[in-house]
Every structure is written in C-alpha cells, then in structure tokens.
C-alpha cells in the first residue's frame, strides 16, 4: 500500500517537472574575431552569450593568443552623433535571455593578437562568469572582408 502511493507520486512529480521545459544553459555561440586592417589596431570579437538558469555576469574574455583584451560598450552622443567606446567591468547576462556583443554595440577588443590564430584561421578564446563557471570558446578568425586571415591565405 506505502509503495503504490509512493509509485504515483514520482510519477506525479515527474509530469510536474516535464512540463518546466528544458533548462536554458549558459553558453557562447556565433563568435567571430575580425582582424583590425592595420596590425597595431586592436581587433574585434564579437559573439552571442545565452543566459542559463540563472542571471549571471560575464566578467572577462581572455585569450593566450593577444596581448590584452577589453570588452567595451558603444554609445551615441545624442546632440552631436559622435560614437565613443567606453570599457565594461561586466555585463549581465539575463537567465535565458540572449546578449549580442555586435558590430556597432558591445564588443571586445583585442590588442597584439598572435601568428597562431593567424595561420589557423581560428582562435582560444576563454569566458569567465560571476559564478565561476568558464566557457572556452574555439572562434573564426576574418578579415574585414570576411575572408580567411591573411597569413592563412600565404600559407596555401
Ligand atoms: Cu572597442
């Protein structure tokens, strides 16, 4: 008898969970380095972070293959139309929401990036959150134009 309704019960809670719907996990996707045309600019990183179950903030992207990385905030003079980046200490990824670091908005720059991600065509990159999870990040390296690194190209 104890059992029967122990039985009914899981199978009770069972149903009550299935019906939450998957959990959102935290994680990058879409990331793209573009090489700045002129080697002693910084580059651009951007990507798309998704929130996971809970808020979260990114506090830092790092790579061995650059000098110095920072991500950075775009905003618009309203009076004169002048565009200037200011650095972020972090950034609040909302649980199962979608953060777009874009062309134009939040991005981060990189600073002295390496013959390694160059020639590959691709680079390590790596996201640390506030609750200390880290998400290692494998991006395409571009030019401008899109197309394969510079260094690639000789190399074929
Ligand atoms: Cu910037």
Redesign the pocket.
């Known amino acids: 008898m104890d059992r029967r309704v122990f039985t009914l019960g899981t199978a009770a809670m069972a149903l009550l969970l299935g019906s939450c719907g998957p959990t959102p996990q935290l994680k990058v996707k879409e990331a793209v380095l573009t090489l700045s045309p002129v080697d002693s600019n910084?580059s651009?990183y951007h990507f798309n972070v998704y929130g996971g179950p809970q808020d979260v903030y990114l506090l830092r992207v790092s790579t061995p293959s650059a000098i110095r990385t920072?991500m950075?905030d775009v905003s618009v003079d309203p009076k004169t139309g002048a565009v200037s980046?200011s650095p972020m200490q972090r950034v609040l990824i909302p649980s199962g929401k979608k953060v777009e670091f874009k062309r134009g908005g939040k991005?981060v720059?990189m600073w002295g990036v390496n013959l390694i991600p160059r020639r590959l065509g691709e680079i390590e990159t790596e996201f640390l959150f506030s609750n200390n999870e880290r998400i290692l990040v494998k991006a395409r390296v571009q030019e401008m134009d899109g197309t394969d690194p510079d260094e690639k190209k000789a190399l074929n």
């Open positions: 910084p651009s920072e950075h980046m991005h720059m």
